[in-house]
Every structure is written in structure tokens, then in C-alpha cells.
């Protein structure tokens, strides 16, 4: 994979005479959800007008409704450890910053997991700095084991995703066997000259290594790999045209593109000033470029942190994200009882920091449908045979069903009476909705077995 600097840049200067007949002409071929090129996300990002503003919401908006329904996975970044080799400017574990680092002992990580489970977690994120001696890949594999073998009552973790440092097709082929979902990881700034200006020291500061993480991944195995751009490092539209060219190359070279994309904003962390970052964005770009990247890749999963606050999560869930993070903790061993003392710092600051059933209440009364749902990488849905079925639609015969089961597992086993009367308006709601009676009377029994203790059911 090689990103052509100068190529985008001229992409990027050339759209300032984007005219309005080529915008119309965009915006009517991103109508038809197939997604769009790299050069035709250019067009988009010239929309300044507030007719083609509106129109871009909306057909990202209807995308969002006709792929997704009302779904919004849910999930819950776990930090196993915070020891970094790296100095990237933007990041509270950075090795210059100076605070008692740590990593899990395997119990560590199952007590963490079990706070999870009581949340109601069933799918999380492993995340952890770089650092090959204190956080070697054997280490990861040991908290993969923990995670997946840690059960409280009803509980259980059915989908790791793991957030590690780029490494070796050997380790990638290691991680592949130990059963993760996805491989997640952020190129945080395509821009070669402004990568270099924020990744000052370590093996992460080496670009191409990064950037070329995704192919040692793919041939090692992994076919769900995300990626993820940190927006404000750079001028953001350099980034989304630069990501959308490497889902391209990711398409042609693997059959398959990003399973998911995040779009985490540059926040506040220890030991820096966001007042060093002169490509922070506002909120209203920030809207905007979940709808122009919704448009793009209308299949792959749009993932949203708890970094963003409670409105803006409202809004941009709308028209674009699918998956959010819930009730986060962003420090190593941070999950814990009220009565238990904050130890490590975190990587950075929380701005949605409402519990997990709070949470999906206010999804619920939103009209959203939280999910819990981890079926497709647990029945082989993965990769290029996930794409496929995303693109038939058919996926929306397994996800539908899967999430009102999941969502009845949670009310039951987490919700509290308002929650499980909220839940069961939602499942009796979206039941009519079916329209067809064969998966409905299928999703009903299921619905039953749950009702009756059965638990982990899927389509
Ligand atoms: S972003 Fe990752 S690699 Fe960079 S300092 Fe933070 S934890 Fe380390």
C-alpha cells in the first residue's frame, strides 16, 4: 500500500472548482447506496451550498435507515495496559509523560471482564500501548484466553476486538488462531509530513510499517481488519480521501475493505494542549464528514466513541454511525465499584459518561435498537463472505432478529423495570415491522427460549 502525497494533495486543491452540476451528479449516484470512489467523496467534500448540505444528510440518513434499520452495536473498550514505547504527541501514554504504568495480571483482567459482564458487555475492544517487553503478543494472547474463559452468571464476552501496534505476519497469524473479531487499527494521519510531526519517537514513528499493518494482517489471515482516522491531526480532507483510497486498494487486493471505520476527534490527554493542533475540527464539519464517509462505504460498520458528548452522539447515530462504545473507562483497570479508587490515568478524557443502561434507555426511547449481537464472526460472516451478504441485503435477515434476541438477553438478565418495559415495546414494535412471516415466527421462538433461560441464541 503506498499513499501518492502529491496526488491528493492536487485532489484536494482541484476541489475548490467542483461545480454544482458535478455535485447534483454525486449526490444522485450516492441515492442508489453503492458507495461511492475516492474521487467522487472529492465532489462531496466541495458541498458548501445548504440545499446540497441538506441533501447529503439525507441520503446518508436514508443509507444509515435501509442498511442498518434502528441498530447501534454496542461495545466497551477494555485497557489491559498502558506501558508505551512511543512518544505520539497527541496521546496520555506517550513514554514522556511520567505516571506509574502498569499492566493486568490475567486475574486483573478477568475482575475487569467480570465489571463488563455486569454491565452487560458482550463484545469488547482490547486496547494497549506498544511496548515489546512489558506488552509482548504472548501477553495479549493470555488476556484473549482470560477474556473469552471469564463468565459471570449470565455473561460471557463473545467478540474480542483487538486494538494492538502493528506487527509481524507471525503475530498477526497468532492473533488470527486465538479467534479475534476484528483487527483495529487507527493509521491515525495519512499524511506522511504531518504523520512524522505527531509520532516523534518509537516503532510507531516508522509510516510505511504502519501503513502497511493491513496487508501483513490480511495475509496472515485476518479478513476484518479496521481502520481509523484521527481527525485533527491533518487537514481532514487529505485523511478521507487517503482512507477511502486505501479501502479501495484493500477491495482490489483482498476482495474486501474496512469492516468498520472510526472516527475518533482529537480530545484532550495528558501532557498536551490541543491548542498545538491547528486542524481541529468543529462539530459541523465533524457531522459532515460522518455523512460523506456513511455515503462512501455504506456496509462498513461506522464506529463512534465515548470521546464524542451525548448530542453529538444523537445526532451523528442518525446519519451514519452503527456501533458505539458504552459506560467506557479509558485506563488500565479503570472498570471498578464506586467505592474503589481511580488508579491509572486515562488515554484520554470521556466526554458521554453515562452507564451502559442508561445508555441504551436513551437509545431505546430515541427509537434506536441496541445490540449485543456477535453472530457473524461467530458463524464465519466475516471478511469478503460478510460483504457479500451486505451487499444482497440478506445480512439484514440475520442482524435484525439477532439484535431483538440480544437486546431481550440484556433486558432480562441487566435491565431494570423501565428498561425491560421499554425493550419489550421495542421487540413487540419491530416484530410487526417484519416483513417477512418466516423470519418473524423464526425470531419469536427464539424470543421464547430466551424468556425460558436459554441464552447465546442466534441466527
Ligand atoms: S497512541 Fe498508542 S502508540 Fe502512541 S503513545 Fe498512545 S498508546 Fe502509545
Redesign the pocket.
Known sequence: MKIDRDYIINLVSSISNITDSEINSVLEKASKQKGLTHKEVAVLLAIKKPEHIKKMFSIAERIKQDIYGKRIVIFAPLYVSDY?V???SY?G???DNDFNRRRLTQNEVATQVKHLQKMGHKRVALEA??DPQNCNLDYILECLDTIYNTKVDNGSIRRVNVNI?ATTVEEYKKLSKAGIGTYILFQEVYDKVAYEKVHLK?P?ANYDFHLNAMDRAMEAGIDDVGGGILFGLSDYRFEILAIMMHNEYLEKTYNTGFHTVSVPRLKKAEGMNLSDFPNIIDDETFKKIVAVIRIAVPFAGLILSTRESMEMRAEVIRYGVSQISSGSCTGVGAYKDESEEELSPS?FLVHDDRSSLEINKWLLKDNQLPSYCTACYRSGRTGEDFMHLAHSGDIQTFCHPNSLITLLEYSLDYGDDEFKELAQEKIDRELKLMPSDKVKDTTIKYLDRIRNGERDLCL
Request: hydrophobic share 15%.
Open positions: 508505551c512511543n512518544k505520539c496521546c501514554y506517550k513514554i500501548g506498544e501496534a518509537g510507531k488515554q
